[in-house]
């Protein structure tokens, strides 16, 4: 299925994979920014993102979609009244493609801080699906084994090797101003 969609993609005229998308924003700079507008405000301001979708709710002539980049998930508004023509192709996007929004900034009813799409871009066809986001990976071998799909469904493992790495750094950066030298010793060598 998902490859009859990357084909419809590339009959259609649209690029499954660009070579390049300038985001003027991430999630959490927009998150940060507007978490003071009441809910149903809507805002004149402009904002580019580019992340994968991990959530899509299709309603008839709407839809909405969360879109996870490095920083944070955002949710991302559709309207086939807005969008006319272009919105058509939205029905070839799936949950783990990585899509490029641009649009105004909003919240909704019920406060949340949403992108209003005025257009928006394929980034990156996925063909391999993510696992269902209620059970996620629960095999610890496969987590193991697929790192990459168990940061991307999982935040809080994210933010342990973000946690890691700062610590890391901060251990080497004291080590280096105190003139010590890092070695590397191979265990494994014949």
Not at 21 to 42: C, D, F, G, R, V
Not at 71 to 78: E, H, N, P, T, V
Not at 101 to 125: H, N, P, V, W, Y
Request: aromatic share 8%; glycine share 6%; proline share 5%.
């Amino acid at each position: 299925e998902r490859m009859r969609k990357r084909e419809d993609l590339i009959k259609a005229g649209i690029n499954p994979y660009p070579y390049n998308y300038n985001p003027t924003h991430h999630a959490k700079e927009i998150l940060e920014a507007y978490k003071s507008i009441k809910p149903n405000e809507q805002t004149k301001d402009k904002a580019k993102v580019a992340g994968r979708i991990i959530s899509l709710r299709r309603m008839g002539k709407i839809t909405f979609m969360h879109v996870l980049d490095g920083s944070g998930k955002l949710q991302a508004y559709f309207s086939e009244e807005e969008l006319k023509e272009p919105y058509n192709n939205l029905k070839l996007f799936d949950i783990g493609d990585w899509i490029g929004i641009q649009g105004t900034i909003f919240t909704t009813k019920t406060g949340e801080i949403t992108l209003r799409a005025q257009s928006f871009d394929m980034l990156c066809k996925s063909l391999r699906p993510l696992p269902d986001k209620w059970h996620g990976l629960k095999d610890i071998e496969q987590r193991y084994r697929k790192r990459y799909v168990d940061l991307i469904m999982s935040p809080e493992v994210k933010e342990t090797f973000i946690q890691r790495t700062k610590m890391m750094t901060a251990i080497r950066n004291m080590l280096d101003k105190n003139n010590f030298l890092e070695v590397e010793t191979p265990i494994l060598q014949s």
